[in-house]
């Protein structure tokens, strides 16, 4: 099912829903595009005209940030919150185990390199079968060689709006694949960036966390957060957007 927030469809999955759902488009012959969606994204959206459209195109939109789960709340939608992290740690599973190409594109050469040897280390029947960091100028190399991989599920870690704008660019080029646009999940991955412990994760309030670890990320909260709570009760309550 999918709901309204502040204008955009939301898919309402449970997590388990979210990646069946997802590894379906990825045997199809067709570029689907994943967003995981979180109240900073809204508000890029209000501002860039190209980046609302491609919210608004997109296959699937699952909530990622807490912020939307409490905006969803507030319209009378009680849904699961999905990190993309974890998502897309899962279809990286599933796609193993459904002998489906992987490729990893984003991150420093560094950190996608250490990632992808992490992944091949921990998933079985794993076959990556492109990496790329995400500091590249030649866009079109990097389609092409895209498409030359094969590769099913290709997770874009550039940040937003970038890796969404990446995307859309190969949806005319390529000729299928499951893309996710994954923000700093192989920082995860390659052990470069901790994880907050698993209480932070079950509460909702992993942002605490790393909010308290990195101090800076407090511009990119404040105001966003409250902002964006209050265009939800505005759009409850007036109709607005
Ligand atoms: N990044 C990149 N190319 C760029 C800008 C950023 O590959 O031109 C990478 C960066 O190294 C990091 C990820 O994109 O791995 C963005 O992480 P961030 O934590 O900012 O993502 P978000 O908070 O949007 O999930």
């Known amino acids: 099912m999918r709901v309204k927030l502040l204008g955009y469809e939301i898919d309402t999955f449970t997590f388990d829903g979210a990646t069946e759902y997802a590894l379906e488009l990825e045997k199809e012959d067709k570029v689907s595009q994943v967003v995981t969606i979180n109240p900073e994204m809204f508000d890029c959206a209000k501002i860039d005209k190209e980046f609302a459209q491609i919210l608004n195109e997109a296959e699937m939109v699952i909530p990622d940030g807490v912020g939307v789960k409490i905006g969803l709340k507030i319209l009378g939608h009680n849904v699961d919150r999905i990190a993309g992290v974890d998502f897309a740690r899962k279809m990286i599973e599933l796609s193993a185990k ?3 190409p992987v490729a990893l594109i984003g991150a420093k050469p560094e950190v996608v390199q250490l990632a992808a040897e992490n992944l091949k280390n921990e998933v079985e029947n794993l076959n990556i ?3 790329q960091d995400g500091y590249f100028k ?3 190399r ?5 498409k ?16 969404e704008k990446f ?7 390529l000729p299928f694949g499951l893309m996710v646009g994954v923000g700093g999940s192989f920082d995860v991955w390659s052990g470069t960036v ?6 932070y994760q079950k509460l909702g309030i992993e942002w605490l966390y790393r909010t308290v670890k990195q101090p ?5 909260i404040f105001p966003t957060l409250p902002l964006f709570v209050l265009r939800v009760f505005k759009e409850k309550f007036c109709g607005d957007k």
Not at 142 to 146: A, G, H, P, Q
Not at 167 to 173: F, G, L, T
Not at 216 to 220: A, C, G, V
């Open 98 to 100: 459904n002998n489906l």
């Open 129 to 131: 079968a492109y990496v």
């Open 148 to 163: 030359n991989s094969g590769a099913r599920l290709i997770l874009v870690a550039l940040g937003s709006p970038k890796q």
């Open 216 to 220: 800076e990320r407090f511009k990119r």
């Open 138 to 140: 030649d866009d079109e």
């Open 167 to 173: 995307i859309k660019q190969a949806k005319s080029v």
């Open 194 to 199: 901790e994880r907050a412990p698993e209480i």
């Open 142 to 146: 990097v389609l092409d060689e895209l």
